[in-house]
């Protein structure tokens, strides 16, 4: 008997149709470069109302972590590891030749496909893959259509591709096609595909490039926020602030950082983002531009999540489907092109008149700039790249009618993972993990339906680096000393206790260290990263 005639026989006889005991369908999500309070329920002001429904009759994670980076956080989510263990502490573009940092995934690595393919799963991925490799129908997912690494553009069909050979991608008329809309197409078809044998559950990995840079949205998007963001960064910052106090995000007593700094990348100059007020007002209009298509990339995202929804709930999916949602790193800092900054006047990144509305574009390369990116990042301190809240702290959502037990609408402040997805799947599919690396995640619906000892997490990335060990976070940039906060007060990292608590300092020191050994992360490579200004406040 198939899932859906037994589903429906339960219907007749009066008896739910879904049960908990099922596997469920798991369909995890992942935006890329998206800000902590971006979504409107994290406190943002862009329109998100489908992710923001999702929340409402879900969980809401308030201290859910990535790795700080695209490529380490899709090899964390995937495999269940720490990046360095499987070869991507860095990026795919670089290899210096040590286990930690080949940029390409490694073979011990075993993708949530491959765990949960004997347990019965079919597995599809649309969106980005960007782990080194060819062909992520080779690491166990049936069918592929995206990017195999960071899209350049989101106008142009020829840059996304459909796997394993000879499949066919969707065709798409002139002016019609964007990416973000594509992804979705063709996570729709997979799904449809999934259900010619509805007997088997299906694992879907939907991973937008949306909103990485280079900032381009339809122009009926970017109209909805044209006139939105005139008032710039500082107000934004604190109106966020408020919303995510009012919503519960954050504590009442959360104190909004200072402004982060900025540095043009691979260079030496370096400063404090500026106050708004101190721009142009032809930089301000360049400015607040750039901020209303990254706004309007991010509507478009939740409206094509809004999609997935509705084709779930036709099929009879979407009590026993598991949704998590969350983002592969911080909002991004980088400038555009590499090597201006945020004050400049320069005529290849300042807008005016009519320049404004070609913004956004076919053929234009912008971003959001450190600026805006801190004010994604509200209320914590830097980005991506970094191991500060405002690079490793994401957005999450978890929403599983069948299987979660909490109240909807729950906020979880519990720390938690995206090294926690691989063995959260494995778990709910009854699949075993026979990987030769143990896994150092935990089953995501079981601490949040039954709660959680406190949790040891680490980090590094460039050679910045951090280790969350219950309310305490040491935290590092780059080559500088350690800092330590105590997040029951602090979690926005304003008051350094590293020199009242040097014995905990230490130890701590001592068992990242440890971590580091065990999971190929030290010694630190001194050629990947970039020098950044040593202090932010």
Known sequence: MTRRLFYLLLLFIGISPITAAEKPNILYILADDLGFSDLGCFGGEIET?????????????????????????????LSGQYPHRVGLGHMTTNDIGRPGYRGVISDEAQTIAQVLAPAGYRSFISGKWHLGTDDPTE????????????????????????LPEGRKARTYSEGEFYATDAVTDHAIDFLHL?????EKPWFLYLAYNAPHFPLHAPKEEIAKYANRYHEGWDKLREERLERMKQQGIVPETTLLSPRSTWQNYGETKTGTNPAWDTLSKERQLDLARRMAIYAAMIDRLDQQIGRVVEDLKAANEWENTLIVFTSDNGACFEWDPFGFDIVSSNQNILHTGEMIDEMGTPGTFHSIGSGWANAGNTPWRMYKHFNHEGGIASPGIVHWPAGLKAKPGTINHDPAHIIDLLPTAAALAQAEYTGALSLPGHNLVDQINNG???RTLFFEHQGNRAMRQGKWKLVALDDQPWELY???????????????????????????????AENQVTPLPKDLGVKYLKADK
Not at 142 to 162: C, I, M, N, Q, W
Not at 194 to 198: C, K, S
Request: aromatic share 12%; glycine share 6%; proline share 5%.
């Open 452 to 454: 959680s000892d406190k």
């Open 49 to 77: 109302p489908v992710l923001d429904n999702l929340a409402e009759n879900g969980v809401r994670l308030t201290q859910f972590y990535n790795t700080g980076r695209c490529c380490p956080s899709r090899a964390a989510l």
């Open 194 to 198: 999934a259900r010619e044998t509805p």
């Open 486 to 516: 105590d997040f029951t007060v602090d979690r926005s990292e304003m008051n350094d206790l590293a020199s009242q608590y040097p014995d905990r300092v230490k130890a701590m020191n001592d068992a990242w260290e440890k971590w580091g």
């Open 139 to 162: 690491h166990g997912f049936e069918e592929f259509y995206g990017t195999l690494v960071s899209a350049k553009r989101f106008f142009d069909p020829a840059h996304l591709v459909r």
